[in-house]
């Protein structure tokens, strides 16, 4: 990277905003995918393509997580990369791999709920786990193909003996980095919002179907899919395209690099919201995380008495059972519309 493509900012506000943005997002975002894929892993008794789906989007979300650490401490020392070449090359691959992979499974998600309620005799809706194992690992390649691009050259950029990390060069277009990141905003974005108006424009045409359980949640399933990728993605999005169309006057604008490093912060916040969708996906993921909390408070209470653990089941017998009633009930047909 050309050294004149880093600048330095008086003051460096983003070292100031980022690490606290990334700490919340690493912290609930690991907390939240990291029980999700518990749950998937070890309390799943019925798998679907649809659970494969949500399965992946959380192990992007995870992996893109775990790689946030090494970018808080970036922001910590001023943006000053303190590792070498090769990490900083892994770690924003990393970090626009999961992003992308993120948006994709979200997408999928989105497609399969579509399929299920505004045509629900398709074809689509009787693949084959297998079948949905392939169609991941597809996406996967594609994911992977699209991004290795960062592993192909250094990022590092040394100004004044400061050493910065940035995937983004902040004096020009970036060419294929750019393209990439608006097509995989736009292109799920217009899918998304497709589905979003076919299912809720179906259920309203079903008056008598509309007011059922499963077509309810099936709305606000898919209203927070839209909701959560249009909140988290939109900003940055915006941001870019205004450096883009401003550039060189906003080429070291302080205003327009805070703007853009804080919106990126909101595309892993994505990761930190996303368990909302696992959630509004089906029952069983409620109940499992209701049946989660009890065991947990249960376990913290040690000192009740006598009298009440009497009148109640055991404790030990209560969060037992509990878990293991989990896998009966977690993933029932009647659970996804």
Request: proline share 6%.
């Amino acid at each position: 990277m050309d050294n004149g493509s880093c600048c330095l900012i008086e003051g460096d506000p983003i070292s100031k905003v980022m690490p606290p943005l990334l700490t919340l997002a690493f912290v609930l975002g690991a907390l939240g995918n990291g029980i999700a894929l518990c749950g998937f892993c070890f309390h799943m008794k019925t798998w679907k393509p649809s659970t494969i789906y949500l399965f992946n989007l959380a192990v992007a979300d995870f992996l893109l997580m775990i790689c946030l650490p090494l970018r808080t401490d970036y922001y910590l020392r001023h943006r000053h990369w303190a590792f070498e070449d090769i990490p900083c090359r892994l770690v924003l691959f990393m970090l626009a791999m999961n992003r992308a992979g993120s948006i994709v499974f979200l997408t999928v998600v989105a497609m399969d709920r579509y399929f299920k309620v505004v045509h629900p005799h398709h074809g689509v809706n009787t693949i084959s786990n297998q079948t949905a194992a392939a169609i991941v690992c597809v996406l996967w390649t594609l994911v992977i193909l699209g991004t290795v691009y960062l592993l192909m050259e250094s990022h590092l950029c040394v100004q004044e003996k400061v050493l910065s990390c940035e995937s983004f060069i902040m004096e020009s277009a970036n060419g294929w980095h750019d393209i990439m990141f608006q097509l995989e905003f736009f292109l799920p974005l217009v899918i998304i919002l497709f589905c979003s108006f076919k299912v809720i424009w179906s259920l309203r045409q079903r008056q008598q179907l509309a007011r059922q359980t499963r077509m309810k949640r099936a709305t606000r399933f898919i209203m927070v899919v839209a909701a959560v990728f249009i909140t988290c993605y939109l900003p940055s999005v915006l941001a870019r395209l205004y450096f883009l169309w401003t550039v060189p006057s906003s080429a070291c604008d302080p205003s327009v690099h805070v703007a853009l490093h804080v919106t990126l912060s909101f595309t892993y916040l994505n990761s930190m919201l996303d368990p909302l969708v696992y959630y509004f996906s089906s029952p069983s993921f409620p109940k499992f995380y209701t049946k989660l909390k009890i065991c947990t408070l249960r376990s913290k209470r040690p000192g009740l008495s006598k009298t009440r653990r009497s009148e109640e089941m055991p404790i030990p017998n209560l969060c037992r059972k509990s878990c293991i009633d989990v896998p009966d009930n977690f993933q029932r047909p009647s659970d996804v519309c």
